[in-house]
């Protein structure tokens, strides 16, 4: 079975400082990556994706993530952070696997918090 | 394009109630997913449906029920409303088959459901 961790709930930082939000996953089979950003009372949007090809994958807003199949990891990153980025991040993997190959399991999220 | 929407916003239920959550895309995706959300426990698959007619358990399925007469729409069936089931509930839509490759979910902007 697949799983994904998110392994900080919580991260605080300054504006303009850069930030790493942390994911590691378990799986199996050959997996697609995700990062998705839900702000405050909104859905969820999708920030990039990881398929197949360079494991760098840059997305909106400036973020990117690297996909490390030795580490099982899929860190984002964005070199710096800006209040509007306070938002909930959440990592997601999907595996080419049976009927459900197009299911997500989602990480618990973590919460960045962009002070001034 | 409206993408996913889902209606109502929000709602109370009392204990024992019955509803039905409504969700429509426009995107002509042929997999569809309902996912609550609580604080902390990031999203849980309730049930999805690969395609009209065709649906499957998630999750986290009881106390729930689907229908997909339609490739547009995707209602969640709450027959006899518990406080467990107090969330928030998102619908989601994707295009999925071996050739796209192709997993990314579109998400709708959530239905917030208290049960008293």
């Known amino acids: 079975a697949q799983s994904v961790t998110q392994l900080d709930s919580q991260v605080p930082v300054f504006e303009e400082a850069p930030v790493e939000l942390r994911c590691n996953y378990s799986?199996?089979?050959?997996?697609?990556l995700f990062w998705y950003v839900q702000y405050p009372n909104q859905g969820l949007q999708l920030l990039l994706k990881y398929l197949s090809g360079s494991t760098l994958v840059k997305g909106i807003n400036g973020f990117e993530a690297e996909f490390n199949k030795s580490q099982t990891s899929f860190h984002l990153r964005k070199p710096s952070v800006h209040i509007s980025d306070t938002a909930e991040y959440f990592c997601a993997v999907s595996g080419d696997y049976g009927g459900s190959q197009g299911n997500l399991i989602f990480g618990k999220g973590t919460k960045l918090s962009v002070k001034p | 394009n409206a993408g996913v929407t889902q209606t109502p916003k929000f709602r109370i239920l009392k204990i024992g109630q019955s509803m039905t959550l409504q969700c429509t895309q426009d995107?002509?995706?042929?997999?569809m997913y309902w996912y609550r959300q609580d604080p902390g426990m990031g999203l849980k698959l309730i049930y999805y449906s690969v395609g009209a007619g065709i649906t499957d358990k998630g999750e986290v399925p009881n106390g729930y029920n689907v229908s997909r007469s339609t490739t547009e729409d995707f209602p969640l069936r709450l027959e006899l409303a518990a406080p467990s089931q107090t969330s928030v509930y998102f619908c989601?839509?994707?295009?999925?088959?071996?050739?796209?490759?192709?997993?990314?979910?579109?998400f709708g902007p959530g239905t917030r459901l208290t049960v008293t």
């Open positions: 799986s199996s089979v050959s997996v697609y």
């Open positions: 989601a839509s994707s295009y999925s088959n071996k050739l796209a490759g192709t997993y990314e979910q579109y």
């Open positions: 995107m002509n995706h042929n997999y």
